[in-house]
């Protein structure tokens, strides 16, 4: 073996004799590569063969060293170095911003020549190694959740090169997801190897059939040349899985389903009010949606401007704020244009009309036509996995959202002075008048609280959909659905035609697709109506007796 550039040229000028004494000796260095990596686990990195440094990535990792992460995260990032001339003791150095340090102690080293220097080589087999290590290296993480993740890697490479590891990993586990993972990465493992008795691959089967995912669907699926008995059991498997896996797509639609129904609930409570109390069919309340979602990029501009520490409450804020701004410019229309058309109502749904489109033209002016961002808080991201379900958290608290304000608004109405005073316009408005009730002033009120309703729909809508000038456009149809479905007025039927306009919706779409969807829940309304056509609730008062 060359000990450099001079002594290389010097054995390949030399004898017959001289070249044969180096070619043996590059030899037996190769064949001691497995003795020198259990001595030193950094030795199999440098090698030129990338099957044999894949296997010193994964020694690497699970020698315990407490450089191992350093060095194979600069591996991953193409900043590990070594000599062009293998030697026994070969070096390694990590490309740092100020020079080069040595990979084994990390003390900071002469600038070797770049002329004696190569790039440690990584390929594909190379990086699935250097996955399985950080897996293995987070293994020994005392957080539970890094853990799993690590498990859930080893997993998903499914590499029977990591069994060693992964069974090391197993035998010193306590938390009994993590070695459930664990128990499924070993299997999963040893059935990509091959190996092991049939009555072990038939119990690695069975345990890879308890988690029914895509991936383990795919894992077995991708199995070939096992015994019959196995063959047969994993055919059994994908059938289970696939079962499973429908039922759970049930539950995601029955859950987006309800989510959405949520989302129309919130949108059409406020229409159900001014509808039901006023009879005004008002085509500018999604455009009141609209201004409670650019309520909530304004106060995350504000509060971002001038008070950075209540970023993760901005939502928060953004509810009453969204209620007082179109609260008030509910009571603003019903001051100004809709008391001059009551008992008109065609006039007033052209009028109504011709507003959302003042509206929306007026918002392009101010925050202009693109979308703007309205970022979601920390605690309303990410998502929680029930078995083969995955529920998203902003749509989680949208539901509970939903529920508080449809409380809320329940509460006001019956035990609240303004929810009797409405009650009295909408069972018998002259009758409320003679008994010294202001009808215009609960007009406006009524509208003001319905209006109020509609934005802090749109901040909850601000979550899950573009804040744009169209936003009120995408709902308003729906949310007379929902109101008519449910019953003109009527709380409680709101809230039943929003989950079933929901959860139909989302069962429709799959087999139709959104445009005959729609079309499809707009012919079962048509239907609906001739054979109930006062909705599932009906309300006794001004507009079901008009």
Same mark, same amino acid.
């Given at each position: 073996?060359?000990?450099?550039?001079?002594?290389?040229?010097?054995?390949?000028?030399?004898?017959?004799?001289?070249?044969?004494?180096?070619?043996?000796?590059?030899?037996?260095?190769?064949?001691?590569?497995?003795?020198?990596?259990?001595?030193?686990?950094?030795?199999?990195?440098?090698?030129?063969?990338?099957?044999?440094?894949?296997?010193?990535?994964?020694?690497?990792?699970?020698?315990?060293?407490?450089?191992?992460?350093?060095?194979?995260?600069?591996?991953?990032?193409?900043?590990?170095?070594?000599?062009?001339?293998?030697?026994?003791?070969?070096?390694?150095?990590?490309?740092?911003?100020?020079?080069?340090?040595?990979?084994?102690?990390?003390?900071?080293?002469?600038?070797?020549?770049?002329?004696?220097?190569?790039?440690?080589?990584?390929?594909?087999?190379?990086?699935?190694?250097?996955?399985?290590?950080?897996?293995?290296?987070?293994?020994?993480?005392?957080?539970?959740?890094?853990?799993?993740?690590? @498990?859930? /890697? +080893?997993? $998903? #490479?499914?590499?029977? %090169?990591? !069994?060693?590891?992964?069974?090391?990993?197993? &035998?010193?586990?306590?938390?009994?997801?993590? @070695?459930? /993972? +664990?128990? $499924? #990465?070993?299997?999963? %493992?040893? !059935?990509?190897?091959?190996?092991?008795?049939? &009555?072990?691959?038939?119990?690695?089967?069975?345990?890879?059939?308890?988690?029914?995912?895509?991936?383990?669907?795919? !894992?077995?699926?991708?199995?070939?040349?096992?015994?019959?008995?196995?063959?047969?059991?994993?055919?059994?498997?994908?059938?289970?899985?696939?079962?499973?896996?429908? !039922?759970?797509?049930?539950?995601?639609?029955?859950?987006?389903?309800?989510?959405?129904?949520?989302?129309?609930?919130?949108?059409?409570?406020?229409?159900?009010?001014?509808?039901?109390?006023?009879?005004?069919?008002?085509?500018?309340?999604?455009?009141?949606?609209?201004?409670?979602?650019?309520?909530?990029?304004?106060?995350?501009?504000?509060?971002?401007?001038?008070?950075?520490?209540?970023?993760?409450?901005?939502?928060?804020?953004?509810?009453?704020?969204?209620?007082?701004?179109?609260?008030?410019?509910?009571?603003?229309?019903?001051?100004?244009?809709?008391?001059?058309?009551?008992?008109?109502?065609?006039?007033?749904?052209?009028?109504?009309?011709?507003?959302?489109?003042?509206?929306?033209?007026?918002?392009?002016?101010?925050?202009?036509?693109?979308?703007?961002?309205?970022?979601?808080?920390?605690?309303?991201?990410?998502?929680?996995?029930?078995?083969?379900?995955?529920?998203?958290?902003?749509?989680?608290?949208?539901?509970?959202?939903?529920?508080?304000?449809?409380?809320?608004?329940?509460?006001?109405?019956?035990?609240?002075?303004?929810?009797?005073?409405?009650?009295?316009?909408?069972?018998?408005?002259?009758?409320?008048?003679?008994?010294?009730?202001?009808?215009?002033?609960?007009?406006?009120?009524?509208?003001?609280?319905?209006?109020?309703?509609?934005?802090?729909?749109?901040?909850?809508?601000?979550?899950?959909?573009?804040?744009?000038?169209?936003?009120?456009?995408?709902?308003?149809?729906?949310?007379?659905?929902?109101?008519?479905?449910?019953?003109?007025?009527?709380?409680?039927?709101?809230?039943?035609?929003?989950?079933?306009?929901?959860?139909?919706?989302?069962?429709?779409?799959?087999?139709?697709?959104?445009?005959?969807?729609?079309?499809?829940?707009?012919?079962?309304?048509?239907?609906?109506?001739?054979?109930?056509?006062?909705?599932?609730?009906?309300?006794?008062?001004?507009?079901?007796?008009?």
């Amino acid at each position: 073996m060359s000990r450099g550039p001079r002594e290389g040229r010097r054995c390949r000028r030399s004898s017959p004799h001289g070249l044969f004494a180096c070619v043996l000796l590059t030899v037996l260095l190769t064949l001691s590569a497995p003795v020198r990596a259990q001595q030193e686990p950094f030795a199999n990195i440098a090698s030129m063969t990338a099957d044999v440094e894949a296997q010193g990535v994964t020694a690497l990792a699970v020698s315990g060293n407490p450089r191992a992460a350093t060095v194979i995260n600069a591996l991953r990032d193409g900043k590990l170095y070594t000599w062009k001339w293998p030697r026994p003791d070969c070096p390694l150095y990590i490309r740092t911003d100020t020079g080069f340090v040595d990979a084994r102690s990390g003390a900071p080293v002469t600038t070797p020549a770049a002329s004696n220097l190569r790039r440690v080589i990584v390929n594909d087999s190379v990086r699935a190694a250097i996955e399985i290590a950080e897996g293995a290296l987070d293994l020994s993480s005392p957080s539970s959740a890094a853990r799993l993740k690590a @498990a859930e /890697v +080893l997993f $998903q #490479a499914s590499d029977p %090169g990591a !069994l060693a590891l992964v069974e090391k990993a197993l &035998a010193k586990e306590h938390d009994a997801n993590v @070695a459930r /993972v +664990l128990r $499924q #990465a070993y299997a999963a %493992g040893q !059935l990509k190897s091959g190996t092991g008795s049939v &009555a072990e691959r038939l119990a690695a089967v069975r345990e890879l059939a308890a988690r029914p995912d895509l991936s383990t669907r795919s !894992l077995l699926s991708s199995l070939q040349s096992q015994p019959p008995a196995v063959a047969a059991a994993i055919t059994t498997a994908i059938g289970a899985i696939d079962y499973k896996l429908k !039922l759970w797509g049930l539950a995601e639609n029955v859950y987006y389903g309800i989510s959405l129904g949520a989302v129309l609930l919130l949108a059409a409570s406020g229409l159900a009010i001014t509808f039901g109390v006023m009879g005004v069919i008002n085509m500018a309340h999604g455009e009141i949606v609209m201004v409670g979602a650019y309520t909530t990029f304004v106060v995350q501009r504000v509060i971002a401007a001038f008070a950075p520490a209540l970023d993760q409450f901005g939502l928060l804020i953004a509810v009453p704020a969204a209620f007082v701004v179109a609260g008030a410019l509910g009571v603003l229309i019903e001051r100004t244009l809709i008391r001059f058309l009551y008992g008109r109502p065609l006039e007033t749904l052209l009028a109504t009309w011709g507003l959302s489109l003042i509206l929306q033209q007026a918002v392009r002016s101010i925050f202009g036509p693109t979308n703007q961002d309205v970022s979601s808080p920390e605690w309303m991201s990410g998502s929680i996995a029930f078995g083969g379900l995955t529920l998203t958290i902003n749509r989680l608290w949208i539901i509970l959202f939903a529920i508080l304000v449809l409380g809320a608004l329940m509460a006001v109405l019956r035990w609240g002075r303004l929810g009797r005073n409405i009650r009295a316009v909408t069972q018998n408005r002259r009758m409320a008048a003679a008994m010294g009730i202001r009808t215009p002033l609960v007009d406006a009120l009524t509208f003001g609280l319905g209006s109020g309703i509609a934005g802090m729909a749109g901040v909850a809508l601000s979550q899950i959909d573009n804040v744009s000038p169209n936003l009120g456009q995408n709902y308003i149809i729906d949310s007379f659905i929902v109101v008519v479905v449910g019953g003109v007025g009527n709380l409680w039927g709101t809230l039943f035609g929003a989950m079933i306009l929901g959860v139909v919706d989302k069962f429709v779409e799959p087999f139709f697709g959104a445009v005959l969807a729609k079309i499809a829940v707009l012919v079962f309304l048509v239907l609906f109506i001739q054979r109930r056509p006062q909705g599932l609730f009906p309300l006794k008062g001004r507009v079901a007796e008009a």
